[in-house]
C-alpha cells in the first residue's frame, strides 16, 4: 500500500522553529521518480502550497514562508523534510506532504504548486505557533 507518514508537528512559541518529515512507503523507485510538496491548512481556510521539490531537487516556496522555511529530500531514505524557522501565528496549521505521479525531471511552480499535482497525500500534522 502506498502512502505518506508525516511526523514533527506540535506546539511552538513564535520564533521558533519545527522540522517537519514525511516518508513515502512504497515500491521500487518511485519516491525518486516523484515530485514532492508540503502543503497546509489553517482552521476555516483553504489548503495552500507551501513548499515544493522536484526530482532534480530544484526548491520552490510560498511568498510567506520564502527566506524562512527549508525543504529537501534524501531519496535513498524516501523522505522529505520541511524546515521551519522564524515561525509566526500565522503558520498555524494541519501540514501535509504529497507526492505526484512519475514526472520529468525538471518541474515548473506552476505544477508543484497546484494541489491536482499530487495522487498521494499523507494524514496531515499539525503545528501550533503560539504568540
Known amino acids: 500500500q502506498v502512502q505518506l507518514a508525516e511526523s514533527g508537528g506540535g506546539l511552538v512559541q513564535a520564533g521558533g522553529s519545527l522540522r517537519l518529515s514525511c516518508v513515502f512507503s512504497?515500491?521500487?523507485?518511485?519516491?525518486?521518480?516523484?515530485?514532492m510538496g508540503w502543503f497546509r491548512q489553517a482552521p476555516g481556510k483553504e489548503r495552500e502550497f507551501v513548499s515544493g521539490i522536484s526530482r532534480s531537487g530544484e526548491t520552490y516556496y510560498a511568498d510567506s514562508v520564502k527566506g524562512r522555511f527549508a525543504i529537501a529530500r534524501d531519496n535513498a531514505k524516501n523522505t522529505v523534510s520541511l524546515q521551519m524557522n522564524s515561525l509566526k501565528p500565522d503558520d498555524t496549521a494541519v501540514y501535509y506532504c504529497?507526492?505526484?505521479?512519475?514526472?520529468?525531471?525538471?518541474?515548473?511552480?506552476?505544477?508543484?504548486?497546484?494541489?491536482?499535482?499530487?495522487?498521494?497525500w499523507g494524514q496531515g500534522t499539525q503545528v501550533t505557533v503560539s504568540s
Open positions: 512504497g515500491r521500487g523507485r518511485t519516491f525518486s521518480e516523484a515530485a
Open positions: 504529497a507526492k505526484t505521479p512519475r514526472v520529468a525531471f525538471f518541474a515548473p511552480y506552476s505544477y508543484l504548486s497546484t494541489q491536482n499535482s499530487y495522487d498521494t
